[in-house]
């Protein structure tokens, strides 16, 4: 046979296995459905959530990593009872390459000779890389990280069906304040596109490294530009113990701190605090942070020092810091014992759906040139009195604080049902879900309320220190008519889910006070 006959047989038979593959995953996906809503129906939610997450882990891909960015802050990762569901972080099953033949196919001989030696099996596999240990000429111990196989070919397919299923299902179980569920589909998507551009992940982890280097205790990995193609990337071996290994150890019943300071002489709280801290000041010096702190990217490394790893998922800082920065203080207060339910919902609406928050400041603005009026604190306090009446007090207490979930309290007590019809704006997405994956981690060790208190306290008072510009309210303003339509729209979703509220928000920002005409500095001249 022709080497082009057995080009195109190769590409025959290629074709044919991923038309397989989709075929595969298309009934299998269309059983889960069937299955999930029977259970759903049932009210059998610990065999629904085993159900959902033992499926995706088997289908692994782009479905281990929908486990990992999109199921570990739900009730769903918290309920699944499986003592190997931490593999999915950095334990997954890899797949059969020759990797030499593979460097060999990717790098010109000059850039190949430079390393000295790669191990043939890889130490660790992710959703779509598995990664070898080498080393370099110059001595360096390395790591070079694999696009696995097919994965570029079949990920825009799988998203697809990752879609349907979360449209006809998972919405279900995810009824309190969030995204439109297009919306965050979209941005788990394009988080996910993203993750398979190795150029773009090896850029972004060469950033990181400049901003860190020298840094007393955050370590980020050199990463070899030039040893770098659309399918390897290659850096520096980062050692110490992934906090997915001290998560398995503490489910086992060892004390993770204890564990630390016996295997590395570090201490743990510290670390996880000195992590957090870093994380959080990062969105306001750097204009991107790692976007996906979960227990498998993160190595805890001797002399209270903690590494980073995996630089696919990048959070783009927002361009609200101000918002940012007073749900920051906000959460403060609650861990002081000082936070009412009014000021956590006024500064969680100011950042989560800041649309909504800058129009009802710009209609109050409006009207109170002649009538003192602030719609925010109108609607915050009417808030506070649901979660008054629901806990006897207006102070978020300490019953609350051992809670990782960065909106439990509202979404618990306030916003049941998302009676108060918001909508998060996609902007702040991308650090909620970093936060809220570093925070699921710490719940997972029983150290969040040893961490988070001192890291958010640190924060506030440094953040106040270097960066007293973004103490103040974003200037930023709406005009009138776009006020009023956002106002609108959002009671006209509070009347569909809560029609007693609807009245209640009716009586406090009343329309007819409001002239619906081009403002005096907006009007045309005419002579």
Same mark, same amino acid.
């Given at each position: 046979m022709s080497t082009k006959a057995k080009k195109s047989t190769t590409r025959s038979t290629h074709a044919?296995?991923?038309?397989?593959?989709?075929?595969?995953r298309t009934r299998r996906l269309a059983s889960l459905i069937t299955r999930s809503y029977y259970l759903?129906?049932?009210?059998?939610?610990?065999?629904?959530?085993?159900? &959902?997450? %033992?499926?995706?882990?088997?289908?692994?891909?782009?479905?281990? =990593? /929908? @486990? !990992?960015?999109? *199921?570990?802050?739900?009730?769903?990762?918290?309920k699944?009872?499986?003592?190997?569901?931490?593999? &999915?972080? %950095?334990?997954?099953?890899s797949?059969?390459?020759?990797?030499? =033949? /593979? @460097? !060999?196919?990717? *790098?010109?001989?000059?850039?190949?000779?430079?390393?000295?030696?790669?191990?043939?099996?890889?130490?660790?596999?992710?959703?779509?890389?598995?990664v070898y240990y080498g080393q370099l000429r110059t001595g360096e111990p390395i790591i070079v990280k694999v696009l696995r196989p097919m994965v570029r070919e079949l990920l825009k397919y799988d998203l697809k069906l990752l879609t349907t299923f979360s449209k006809t299902f998972m919405v279900k179980l995810n009824k309190n304040m969030n995204m439109q569920i297009g919306d965050a589909l979209k941005d788990f998507s394009a988080a996910t596109l993203r993750e398979t551009d190795y150029k773009h992940e090896a850029e972004f982890a060469n950033e990181l490294h400049e901003a860190y280097k020298g840094h007393n205790t955050i370590v980020i990995p050199k990463t070899?530009?030039?040893?770098?193609?659309?399918?390897?990337?290659?850096?520096?071996?980062?050692?110490?113990?992934?906090?997915?290994?001290?998560?398995?150890?503490?489910e086992q019943g060892v004390d993770p701190a204890v564990y630390v300071k016996e295997q590395l002489g570090s201490d743990l709280i510290t670390q996880l605090q000195n992590l957090g801290y870093e994380s959080v000041m990062s969105v306001f010096r750097l204009r991107r942070i790692q976007g996906d702190p979960h227990p498998g990217n993160?190595?805890?490394?001797?002399?209270?020092?903690?590494?980073?790893?995996?630089?696919?998922?990048?959070?783009?800082?927002?361009?609200?810091?101000?918002?940012?920065?007073?749900?920051?203080?906000?959460?403060?207060?609650?861990?002081?014992?000082?936070?009412t339910a009014i000021g956590l919902f006024e500064h969680s609406m100011r950042f989560f759906v800041s649309d909504l928050y800058r129009s009802l400041k710009r209609l109050g603005d409006y009207i109170g040139k002649n009538d003192d009026r602030d719609y925010v604190k109108d609607v915050s306090k009417i808030a506070g009195d649901v979660f008054q009446q629901a806990t006897g007090s207006d102070i978020i207490n300490a019953d609350f604080k051992n809670d990782s979930s960065v909106l439990v309290i509202i979404n618990k007590m306030v916003n049941k049902g998302?009676?108060?019809?918001?909508?998060?704006?996609?902007e702040a997405t991308e650090i909620l879900r970093a936060t809220q994956t570093f925070t699921s981690m710490l719940g997972s060790l029983g150290l969040y309320a040893k961490v988070m208190p001192s890291v958010i306290d640190h924060s506030v008072k440094d953040i106040r220190r270097l960066y007293p510009e973004v103490i103040q309210d974003s200037k930023e303003t709406v005009s009138i008519g776009d006020a009023i339509e956002t106002v609108a729209n959002w009671l006209e979703r509070v009347a569909a889910r809560d029609p007693m509220l609807f009245r209640q928000l009716?009586?406090?920002?009343?329309?007819?006070?409001?002239?619906?005409?081009?403002?005096p500095e907006e009007e045309v001249q005419t002579s």
């Open positions: 044919k296995t991923i038309a397989a593959i989709k075929r595969n759903h129906k049932k009210k059998q939610d610990e065999q629904l959530y085993g159900l &959902i997450c %033992e499926e995706f882990m088997s289908l692994g891909g782009v479905y281990v =990593k /929908f @486990l !990992q960015g999109v *199921l570990l802050r739900s009730q769903i990762m918290r699944w009872h499986n003592p190997e569901k931490l593999n &999915i972080f %950095e334990n997954l099953d797949e059969p390459i020759d990797i030499m =033949k /593979f @460097l !060999q196919n990717e *790098l010109p001989k000059d850039k190949l000779s430079q390393i000295a030696m790669i191990q043939p099996m890889p130490f660790a596999a992710g959703s779509f890389g598995q070899y530009l030039d040893l770098c193609t659309n399918n390897i990337i290659v850096q520096d071996y980062v050692d110490g113990i992934s906090v997915a290994q001290i998560i398995r150890m503490h993160i190595r805890l490394m001797r002399n209270n020092k903690v590494g980073m790893i995996d630089f696919g998922i990048s959070a783009q800082a927002p361009e609200d810091k101000s918002g940012l920065f007073g749900l920051f203080e906000s959460y403060d207060k609650v861990f002081k014992g000082s936070q998302n009676r108060f019809g918001l909508v998060m704006k996609l009716s009586d406090k920002i009343r329309f007819n006070k409001v002239v619906p005409a081009v403002e």
